[in-house]
């Protein structure tokens, strides 16, 4: 009790600290240019421009608009603002000169006043500007520009998914391999920079959704309702401490329209099948959302092939092995949300969102063991593994904007994640003939609440500091059961594998600050410092598992610098990493005996530090970016291998801290934009990684590995538009070998092409997608070793697809000018193990992640 009231204390003592701090805002009464606005060179003058900007079809005044003041001569920015409540704004101190203003904001037409001459002292009054929407009713649409497909802001690359035409009708899995920095593995596992260390928000708020397995997540979002995707690779002490390798923020699509809308997505392959609704609301200050997404996967094969050999008391097993699998799954994601305006500066948001999965896999392995000294034994073994999950996530936000950049923000979230992880196998002999079942049963229960205030003001016009606290209450049950029966028998517990259970409370107290400044020569260095404490107690049916409480202190900096259209960046910042329960739970796995895994509840986390260098230029019609980066790890948590000392022939893998893990090396990407309406690009990656580890030696003790080489991938795409709707895209990536502390993963390859067609004024559009067609199967070959065991695997994935897709919308809405929405919660921790599909020719298991 007095840990959960240390917690509340430090969260409750943050959530109050805005209503008492006040800041000099620089002694001017109109907000000035943000941090790192061309208003950091102003030339000091006497003269000022003033100014009222209004609505043009109410007359009303239109707050936060961005007034920028260039000069005539050269074009180059020499000013800027942003208006107030009532729409006004105040240049002061400008030099006598010639200038232009430009007034801009989002859902407006641009207007630019030219032939502006000032005198020396003169205080020059602009008037009322009028700004008109820059949309017209639905049905009457016209895009007059577009982003690109991939952006580079000043923390993030953005991959703007909206744009990709070959995704619709598929997943998130789909969008996420496209996006330089990142790879997907043909599994669906997920690494930035060869880390699978990695938090995924959606809508930067994080899901229980998530915590299980990140693959098994993406496969419930549907690639048409991402908008884009974040990779935060240097995030602020702003963002929680937990993910080593980064941040993936999935952004979906956001409704700001007036009135009623309904949009319809649909596809359908040889693959897997989709459909969804999302519709919403919006009338004065308040606005409603609905949607529904359902996706069903089938015909998907797997084959396997694994030849091992193990060496328990000097006596050597081989062990060979065959595998036919199959997986079928459905997917539904389904929310309900509501927004308002309390007040022009006050706004509420609140949403529910359930997420189901219905997982299965069914695979027939055929084994064939040869042991020294014996006669060889087969044995066949059908696995039926089944993995559901029901997810629910409650959040409300209430966030309060009392001028430009300063602002106080209050948001909650309850997630709770239900989990089945089961197989039932049937053990049969060479004859095919039934001999004994199995079953393993695991359900957990993972559910977490969440509090979080932050607040940010800005000191004079070239300082922005922030300051907020969160507190997050966490629980996870997981209970487990391994029973045998007869080929007619009843099931029964497994003596040599007692049932068990886990609870694991953890909750994290959190406080932090971040520091904004920008020099007059366009220096910009941002450093914070955040420090989270959390407190555990957990406990199996053995007893209280000795992990400790323990608190870390992230520091993290962030300095940028452009000249003569260079950009360079320079970044530093230290992450924690804590094990997720596929790592902590001691169920035992063996819906493969030959591959068994077991958790370890005694593991502590991680730390990491980053560091990272990089360059950006434009080069007239082209955008190249080129980062180097460095990641240490000490007390990392590694996978241990070692052959099993009661079941012959089998590998057993659990977790351990005692890995050291380094790597340093390069992402490079340049896109092309050929013509108005083509684009291309190309990306690579490329880093050195050296791994250290322990394992069992042959005298049964701990003996140091290590394993060190070169990790390279890359990939291709461009896009093209077209007369009369007609679209086009094609991407291609390959994965080369990837280092392990055991051995190498081999690489594979990935390509699609699409086509799209828009109709009735771009209100629908159909689509053709074709995935891996030129070739029928990949294969991913792995070669594992140490002292005592040698396992070579290869899995083929059969993933030839095509896909025909149709979306259309329904509703005659016009645009409303978008207002600062609330924040929401965002706990990027706890490490997820990645896992999404086959292991070394086995099904996975385990349970939820206590995140």
Do not use: C
């Not at 744009?163 to 789909?174: F, L, M, V, Y």
């Not at 000249?563 to 360079?568: D, Y």
């Not at 070579?792 to 919308?809: A, E, Q, S, W």
Request: charged fraction near 20%; aromatic fraction near 8%.
């Amino acid at each position: 009790m007095s840990k959960l009231l240390l917690t509340i204390i430090i969260v409750l003592a943050t959530f109050f600290a805005p209503a008492f701090a006040q800041f000099p805002t620089g002694g001017a009464s109109t907000p000035k240019a943000l941090p790192g606005t061309a208003g950091d060179t102003t030339p000091k003058g006497t003269s000022k421009i003033t100014g009222s900007i209004v609505d043009s079809t109410s007359s009303k005044g239109i707050e936060f608009v961005s007034v920028a003041l260039y000069n005539k001569g050269n074009g180059q920015a020499i000013d800027g603002t942003v208006a107030d409540e009532k729409g006004k704004f105040a240049l002061t101190k400008v030099a006598a000169g010639d200038y232009k203003v430009m007034v801009s904001f989002i859902g407006y037409a641009n207007k630019t006043i030219d032939n502006i001459t000032l005198a020396k002292g003169q205080e020059l009054d602009l008037g009322t500007i009028t700004l008109a929407s820059n949309t017209k009713t639905l049905n009457e649409v016209t895009v007059t520009g577009q982003a690109a497909l991939i952006e580079e802001k000043v923390d993030r690359l953005v991959y703007n998914a909206e744009k990709d035409i070959t995704a619709k009708g598929g997943d998130a899995t789909d969008i996420l391999r496209k996006v330089p920095l990142l790879t997907v593995d043909l599994d669906g596992n997920v690494s930035l920079r060869g880390s699978q260390n990695i938090r995924v928000l959606i809508n930067n708020k994080p899901s229980t959704i998530i915590a299980n397995s990140v693959a098994d997540a993406l496969k419930q979002i549907p690639a048409d309702q991402i908008k884009s995707v974040e990779v935060i690779t240097s995030p602020s002490a702003k963002y929680d401490a937990e993910g080593s390798g980064g941040i993936i923020n999935i952004i979906t699509k956001k409704n700001s329209l007036q009135g009623l809308n309904l949009n319809v997505d649909a596809g359908v392959g040889n693959r897997g099948s989709m459909l969804s609704l999302n519709g919403g609301y919006r009338k004065g200050k308040a606005g409603f959302t609905i949607g529904g997404f359902g996706r069903g996967m089938y015909n998907t094969i797997t084959k396997t092939s694994l030849e091992q050999s193990s060496t328990v008391e000097n006596v050597t097993t081989v062990t060979r092995q065959t595998g036919d699998g199959s997986s079928r799954g459905l997917f539904g994601n389904y929310n309900l949300g509501f927004d308002y305006d309390l007040a022009k500066n006050q706004s509420l948001t609140a949403g529910v969102k359930y997420g189901v999965r219905n997982f299965s896999n069914q695979q027939d392995l055929m084994t064939r063991l040869m042991k020294t000294g014996s006669s060889d034994v087969i044995t066949n073994r059908d696995v039926d593994a089944k993995n559901l999950s029901g997810t629910v996530d409650v959040n409300l936000d209430y966030l309060h904007t009392f001028k430009p950049q300063q602002e106080w923000s209050v948001s909650t979230l309850y997630s709770r994640n239900d989990l089945t992880n089961d197989f039932d196998a049937n053990l049969l002999n060479g004859g095919n003939e039934l001999t004994s079942r199995q079953r393993n049963l695991n359900k957990s229960i993972n559910q977490e609440y969440t509090f979080q205030s932050d607040y940010q003001t800005p000191i004079k016009k070239n300082q922005l500091l922030e300051f907020g606290g969160k507190g997050i209450f966490r629980e996870v049950k997981s209970a487990y059961s391994f029973l045998i029966a007869e080929p007619t028998g009843d099931f029964r517990p497994e003596t040599d594998q007692p049932a068990g259970d886990l609870t694991y409370h953890q909750n994290i107290a959190a406080g932090y600050t971040s520091y904004t400044y920008t020099t007059k020569k366009r220096y910009t260095i941002k450093g914070g410092l955040r420090y989270e404490h959390t407190f555990i107690d957990a406990s199996t049916n053995e007893g209280t598992v000795g992990v400790g409480n323990y608190g870390v202190l992230v520091p993290s900096v962030n300095a940028s610098k452009t000249f003569k259209g260079t950009t360079v960046k320079l970044a530093y910042n230290r992450r924690i990493q804590r094990p997720g329960l596929q790592q902590l739970n001691p169920n035992f796995n063996s819906a493969n005996p030959q591959n068994i895994s077991v958790g370890n509840p005694e593991l502590r986390p991680e730390l990491t530090n980053n560091f990272e260098l990089g360059l950006s230029k434009n080069i007239k019609k082209t955008f190249i970016n080129a980062t180097f980066f460095g990641r240490v790890t000490n007390n990392a948590i590694s996978q241990v291998r070692a052959p099993s000392d009661t079941l012959a022939g089998s590998i057993v893998t659990t977790f351990e801290n005692i890995g050291k893990q380094h790597a340093y090396g390069t992402n490079l990407f340049a896109n092309i934009a050929a013509t108005s309406k083509i684009n291309f690009g190309i990306f690579a990656n490329a880093f050195y990684t050296t791994l250290t580890g322990q394992t069992i030696g042959q005298n049964g003790k701990a003996q140091e590995i290590k394993n060190d080489g070169f990790n390279v991938s890359g990939g291709v795409f461009s896009q093209a538009t077209f007369k009369n709707g007609w679209g086009a895209q094609a991407f291609g990536f390959m994965q080369g070998n990837q280092v392990q502390l055991q051995g190498m993963q081999g690489g594979f390859g990935f390509y699609t092409i699409g086509v799209k067609k828009e109709f009735a004024n771009k209100k629908g559009s159909v689509g053709l997608a074709a995935e891996n067609f030129l070739s029928k199967r990949f294969r991913m070959h792995t070669e594992l070793n140490s002292i005592q065991f040698n396992q070579v695997n290869d899995i083929y994935m059969y993933n030839r697809g095509v896909r025909l897709t149709f979306t259309y919308k329904i509703g005659k809405m016009t645009m409303d000018a978008p207002k600062k929405k609330a924040k929401s919660v965002n706990n990027d921790d706890v490490k997820s193990d990645g896992s999404g599909g086959q292991q070394s020719g086995g099904t996975t298991g385990g349970g939820s992640t206590p995140r």
